[in-house]
């Protein structure tokens, strides 16, 4: 079993920068890929960015492409998203998530088998 607890959001400015955190309990987390979605008030849940295990490879929605950045360490169990040049439409609560099963990043939230309690950020203009 993995435990996941995201934690850094919060009310920033337009413009403005958080990074967000996904620490996680159990061994097996550094052999999981990790996406991280977002879903807004009356909205679906959207996929928003991935890394592999090993973290060698990551995959960017295209709204969030050279604004946010995905990371990890592996020898904290924690999956980072740095989020920068924020837009009011950026307002959601964030989730992370780890798939156990598969071999290639997923963009689908059906994928993945573990998910955090979630973490509001919310953009004011």
């Known amino acids: 079993q993995v435990q996941l607890v995201e934690s850094g959001g919060g009310l920033v400015q337009a413009g403005g920068s958080v990074r967000l955190s996904c620490a996680a309990s159990?061994?097996?987390?550094?052999?999981?890929?990790v996406g991280w979605f977002g879903q807004a008030p009356d909205k679906e849940r959207e996929f928003v960015a991935a890394i592999s295990w090993r973290g060698s490879n990551t995959y960017y929605a295209d709204s969030v492409k050279g604004r946010f950045t995905i990371s990890r360490d592996n020898a904290k169990n924690t999956v980072y998203l740095q989020m920068n040049s924020l837009k009011p439409e950026d307002t959601a609560v964030y989730y992370c998530a780890a798939d156990s099963r598969g071999r290639i990043i997923s963009t689908t939230p059906q994928t993945y088998d573990y998910w955090g309690q979630g973490t509001q950020v919310t953009v004011s203009s």
């Open positions: 159990g061994r097996t987390f550094s052999t999981y890929n």
